[in-house]
């Protein structure tokens, strides 16, 4: 019987954020601070001419004005990718501080450090800048095009291609398609959705005496931030610290690196005054100028044999990865790994292409590239399905992976319980009753089920710090941060478990890289997986090194001493932690460890099976129910497991039904506030029931794995398939707006 | 930039003449402070009349409920006399931004702020209210129709005079009202569509209807030849779909980015009108069976 | 123009000079150096900056602070007696409605203020009460559990 793992422990963090007591970079003045703001370009793509910051440096309180002449002339790139890539990645470095271009309405021309945020903000106003206006983009396709402008300069991939065309495939995927009974093709359309975390992106930057830097930052990966900030500003990594302070009001993948620029710019305005500045982005900054998910093109090709076999599967996206790269060098074969290895398919192939465009630029957000891609396979399995006469759910049953199945991937799949967890949400959904009941009038219901599986990936170079106080407490700390996701819970709770401790023994540190190991950041719903493994081998290593003092104390053999319920027994002897801990603090001896990941990933799987109601007037979809089933290996905290299925569900309801940036025809984005971006509200809410399906993972820490980004992946073609079921239409378009949805109810009556 | 607390609406009037066209008048200014932010305006005296005494209630009086010139939506939302004689406006008061807007966000500011999709200002409209404008030269009473001289723009001068109050007729046997909205979320969110709907029926056939639709033109527009072809006739299936169809006749919506294309407004609209006047038929059928 | 304020904030009484265009939001945070109370957009659109102005929930970055003259606001610093969290703070906690809490303080005082005017609200109007909060964590799921839960407290604390 396990003590803490499988709990629902209260947040640890909980009273200070109910108190208000909780300190986020928004929080964090400085004696002596300077506020900073940015010059913004209200052009989508331009060459600055020239710039003439005098007017502006003269204002009273203004003390610094930083723009592409008097910046570093370093190339780099703001996501965590560049400087975490994997040794056969070359990352793409596209950015400066600022250029003497812009590429998107939004792009920093120059910033100002001035004594108030007033002052900083009216010399922005008095910067004066003539811009040559060049042609802009806002669709991949057309950036392909003959008629295009290049964004950036050609690399020889061709025009806008930010790099090679993606290729991958195993068998003879042509071959296969012409031996398949029952194909499929479709191409679906992805819109740009935005994270949206609440506290918009942020930093404080701060120089020490001896040349170093100290930055709060907003970002999910302090550790990367500094060698970011290092490589440009050309200070040493040693001499650069970033802390997250000690919360970040939520992430979603896009702080997978830098906050924007806000790090960096900062840390310009901070170098160039010697104070502390403080730069905040706005809402409309942080919608606007911020990385968002890849929006753009998918073509799917399904091909199954008579009995329901699946044959052959093509992947084809064309994505848009806006004016940067950012995590954009990686997203088109994303595509690809998460797209054709949730099924047996013998036979795939995939080429893929991600373009640059005059529009903010994408990078991480939760699933990344994982909605796009089940989008696009679960609307070829229905379409199979519909062809065969076959159930949905007996069709995809017939299909999916199983342990020991080949697929695709540089890991094996070691666990699944996927079946199970199509079969609970099917369950909680009232398939059997609901599915294909015929449908008429004005309000017609629906229900729809998708699937999917993640990554939770370790990490070799990620650690976590742990140190047995005199008193028998626990001190540990890791690089990551807690950006909500409820590591600086869980990880004590898998401390707690592996040493038998009290929870309330131990103290948890994060995301300050002064104080904590090098980390690879939070993302890739990692943080769980890869730090408990940590953990655990931290605990391994500080048990044994334990047992090894007390039997050279004792003068017994290590071998025979145990480690049992925080009590160190030998032959003769036994110690509490307590009384060890304070008989080696006076002995001069301390017990300070560094726990290790390894290097492995394992597949968490998800079913979403929705229930809809289609105003067929209107075109208003409305979601009654999402029942979501997750395979999480063991759930460590089972409350907090639910809290991010609620939460990612809820975001995959958004992109199915609201969510997504537009841009004018000079790529101007129109839903530039919350306002005006259609995130759900509380009053939005459907029924969400949240299904933990467990299974022991042979890899992960209990048994856990990832779960984060889950949530958010089979959601939206669960709701789409629904919507079908309701009005026998199939949408390929996210998302579906009312627009939209009338749209195809008029197509449907007028082919008819 | 000064700020004075107005004691009561001559107060504000008095305050606002002095300042001779440099001041302006601010209830909840859930709108006004970010016009300033942004520098659309730049006064020199800011008039604050959500403490005015005499402007914070809601009055049934014999002829009219008279709602005053600082009344927020949340208050009139919530207001029994309101909920019972005039639902259309009390639903078009629940549906504005969030809750927290709503506890600071005036009805006469929604109608001063003229934007074409204010929700009170549809619902006002289809009830026949009319709005007491305060000025140096005394009260002016102006009807819905007449509060807008285009887009944004009222016909109240902010920088000299204020909504005092507002009268909705009382409602008689007979009489109801309701209000529809379409919209992308269920907070923060304006409408892409509203429609507000309020008739009279006696012996079972319409003697007169109020139709008002929004965002389809400036200010709350309101649908004549629907209205007309009501009258005369009982609030039949038929019938109502019928003046639906009719209240294209002064809608004249633009595309929005997010809130629906033109297209999409012309086609929905009809549906909206069609389902608010079903609500008052409702309503009446009620009424007439608890009379019984 | 500075303008002379007076306020009570959490009980106690507050007296500063202010300018016309700072906002209460500004006060809190930069003057009296409640950063409890968040800033999301600005603009009233998302509630972080929610507080309760003379007994309403209202943005706090969007009143004038002279607007809030002789008035009495409740942040959430105020909400815990002493150690005791309030029945809200305790709910949120226990029941997982807490992420990345930089919405927390916003929404607790949109049901604190709920709460106080309708001791038992139904669900429905709970979600009235805190859909101009915006979460981008929990899905509100465990956000209206906690405030059912509250409830509960508050009525067996009451009886």
């Known amino acids: 019987m396990k003590r803490y793992v499988g709990q629902s422990e209260a947040r640890l963090d909980g009273v200070w954020k109910a108190t208000g007591a909780a300190g986020y970079t928004h929080d964090v003045t400085l004696p002596n601070m300077l506020y900073a703001k940015i010059l913004r370009s209200s052009h989508a793509h331009a060459n600055i001419l020239s710039l003439d910051a005098s007017e502006a440096e003269a204002l009273p309180g203004v003390r610094a004005v930083a723009h592409w002449e008097n910046t570093p002339r370093v190339l780099y790139n703001g996501s965590a990718f560049a400087v975490t890539a994997a040794s056969h990645f070359t990352p793409i470095l596209d950015q400066y501080v600022f250029d003497n271009k812009v590429r998107f ?48 300069e050609d690399q020889g991939w061709g025009k806008n291609m930010l790099h090679a065309p993606t290729e991958a495939g195993v068998g003879d995927f042509e071959a296969a398609w012409a031996e398949c009974d029952v194909t499929y093709e479709g191409t679906v359309k992805l819109p740009v959705q935005k994270q949206v975390p609440m506290e918009t992106s942020s930093s404080v930057a701060q120089t020490l005496p001896g040349g170093g830097l100290r930055v709060w930052s907003s970002s999910q990966t302090p550790h990367q931030v500094r060698v970011l900030l290092a490589n440009v500003l050309d200070i040493a990594e040693s001499k650069v610290q970033v802390i997250c302070p000690p919360f970040i009001g939520g992430g979603f993948g896009q702080r997978s690196g830098m906050s924007g620029k806000a790090e960096m710019i900062a840390a310009v305005l901070a170098l160039k005054t010697g104070r502390p500045v403080k730069l905040e982005y706005d809402r409309h900054e942080e919608m606007t100028a911020t990385d968002s998910r890849h929006g753009g093109y998918v073509n799917v090709r399904l091909g199954a044999k008579k009995d329901g076999t699946f044959h052959a599967l093509s992947l084809d996206p064309v994505l848009n990865t806006g004016a940067y790269c950012s995590w954009g060098g990686t997203m088109s074969m994303k595509i690809y790994t998460f797209g054709a290895t949730v099924y047996r398919v013998p036979n795939t192939r995939h080429f893929g292409k991600t373009v640059y465009t005059n529009i903010l630029p994408a990078g991480a957000m939760r699933g990344f590239g994982n909605p796009q891609a089940m989008f696009a396979v679960e609307t070829a399995v229905d379409a199979i399905a519909r062809k065969l006469g076959r159930d949905p759910i007996d069709l995809r049953m017939q299909n999916i992976v199983a342990v020991g199945d080949d697929w695709d991937n540089p890991f094996e799949c070691v666990s699944t319980e996927l079946a199970a967890c199509v079969r609970r949400a099917a369950d909680a959904i009232g398939w059997a009753e609901k599915r294909g009941r015929k449908q008429e009038g004005t309000l017609r219901r629906g229900v729809g089920i998708a699937v999917g599986r993640h990554v939770s990936a370790s990490d070799r170079a990620s650690g976590v710090f742990l140190r047995l106080e005199a008193d028998g407490s626990l001190y540990m700390t890791s690089g990551v941060c807690d950006m909500g996701n409820g590591i600086t819970t869980t990880l004590p709770q898998i401390l707690a478990e592996s040493l038998s401790i009290p929870l ?39 048990r044994q090194n334990l047992l090894e003092y007390a039997a050279e104390v004792w003068g017994e053999k290590s071998a025979a001493l145990r480690y049992e319920a925080g009590v160190i027994r030998g032959a003769q002897n036994s110690w509490t932690l307590e009384e060890l801990a304070l008989y080696a603090h006076r002995h001069q001896r301390r017990f300070e460890v560094i726990g290790r990941g390894r290097d492995s990933t394992t597949a968490p799987w998800e079913a979403h099976a929705a229930e809809v109601e289609v105003d067929m007037e209107t075109g208003v979809v409305k979601v009654i129910k999402v029942a979501a089933a997750h395979d999480v290996g063991v759930a460590i905290n089972p409350a907090l497991v639910e809290g991010q299925i609620e939460g990612g569900v809820l975001q995959g309801i958004g992109y199915a039904l609201r969510e997504e940036i537009t841009f004018d025809e000079n790529c101007v984005p129109y839903n530039d506030s919350i306002h005006k971006y259609m995130l759900p509200t509380a009053g939005d809410v459907p029924v969400i029931e949240s299904i933990i399906v467990e299974a022991n993972d042979p890899l992960g820490p209990f048994g856990a794995k990832g779960v984060a980004e889950c949530s958010v992946v089979p959601t939206a073609p669960a709701i789409v398939s629904a919507v079908e079921d309701a009005t026998g239409i199939r949408f390929l378009e996210l998302p579906l707006t009312p627009v939209r949805v009338l749209q195809g109810i008029n197509e449907a009556r007028a082919s008819q | 930039m000064k700020y004075v607390m107005a004691n009561s609406g001559a107060d504000a009037v008095d305050i606002l003449r002095r300042a001779n066209g440099d001041g302006r008048v601010i209830a909840g200014g859930t709108d006004l402070v970010l016009d300033i932010a942004g520098g659309k305006y730049a006064p020199s005296v800011l008039v604050d009349i959500s403490a005015a005494g005499d402007m914070r209630e809601i009055v049934p009086r014999e002829q009219c409920i008279a709602i005053g010139g600082s009344v927020t939506h949340s208050q009139a939302a919530r207001s029994e006399v309101i909920l019972r004689e005039a639902p259309a406006l009390a639903e078009a008061c629940a549906a504005v931004g969030s809750l927290q807007i709503r506890n600071v966000a005036t009805l006469a500011g929604n109608v001063v702020n003229a934007q074409p999709a204010a929700d009170a200002a549809v619902a006002l409209s289809a009830l026949g209210a009319t709005c007491v404008v305060a000025g140096e030269e005394g009260d002016r009473i102006l009807p ?48 892409m569509l509203n429609v507000a709907a309020a008739a009279r029926v006696e012996d079972g056939v319409v003697v007169w209807a109020r139709i008002s639709m929004a965002p389809v033109g400036v200010g709350p527009v309101r649908a004549v030849a629907a209205e007309e072809g009501l009258v005369g006739f009982s609030l039949e299936e038929e019938v109502i779909l019928r003046a639906a169809e009719k209240a294209l006749e002064q809608a004249n919506p633009r595309s929005n980015p997010l809130r629906g294309t033109r297209a999409y407004r012309m086609q929905v609209l009809p549906v909206l009108v069609a389902r608010a006047l079903r609500a008052v038929r409702t309503q009446l059928e009620k009424e007439e069976e608890e009379t019984r | 123009m500075n303008q002379e304020l007076t306020l009570t904030v959490n009980g106690e009484e507050h007296t500063l000079a202010v300018e016309s265009g700072e906002m209460l939001l500004d006060v809190l945070r930069g003057r009296l150096h409640l950063t409890g109370t968040k800033k999301g957009c600005g603009e009233g659109e998302c509630g972080a900056c929610t507080i309760i102005l003379n007994g309403k929930a209202v943005n706090s970055c969007m009143i004038p602070a002279l607007k809030a003259q002789g008035g009495r606001v409740e942040t959430v610093e105020g909400l815990a007696d002493g150690e005791k969290l309030h029945p809200l703070q305790q709910a949120f906690v226990e029941e997982g409605a807490i992420q990345c809490g930089f919405c927390t303080p916003g929404i607790l005082m949109s049901a604190k203020a709920l709460l106080d005017e309708t001791p038992a609200p139904d669900s429905e109007q709970i979600r009235e009460a805190i859909s101009g909060n915006v979460c981008r964590c929990t899905g509100y799921v465990k956000v209206e559990q906690a405030i059912q839960k509250a409830v509960k407290m508050l009525g067996e604390e009451n009886s």
């Open chain 1, 504 to 542: 309330e023994r131990i103290n948890m540190y994060a995301g300050d890289t002064n104080a904590t190991p090098y980390d690879i950041g939070g993302h890739s719903t990692r943080s769980l997986y890869d730090r408990g493994l940590a953990v655990i081998n931290a605990a391994d290593q500080l």
């Open chain 1, 105 to 152: 309405v939004g792009d920093e021309v120059a910033a100002v450090a001035a004594d108030t945020e007033a002052a900083a903000e009216e010399a922005c106003r008095r910067i004066r800048v003539s811009y040559e206006v060049l042609p802009a983009v806002s669709d991949p396709l057309e950036a392909l095009g003959e008629d295009a402008a290049a964004i950036h």
């Open chain 2, 144 to 191: 819905m129709e007449r509060m807008y001289e285009g887009f944004g723009k009222s016909a109240v001068d902010s920088a000299r005079e204020l909504v005092r109050e507002i009268r909705v007729p009382r409602r008689k046997k007979g009489e109801a009202s309701a209000f529809i909205r379409l919209e992308m979320r269920k907070a923060l969110a304006l409408p």
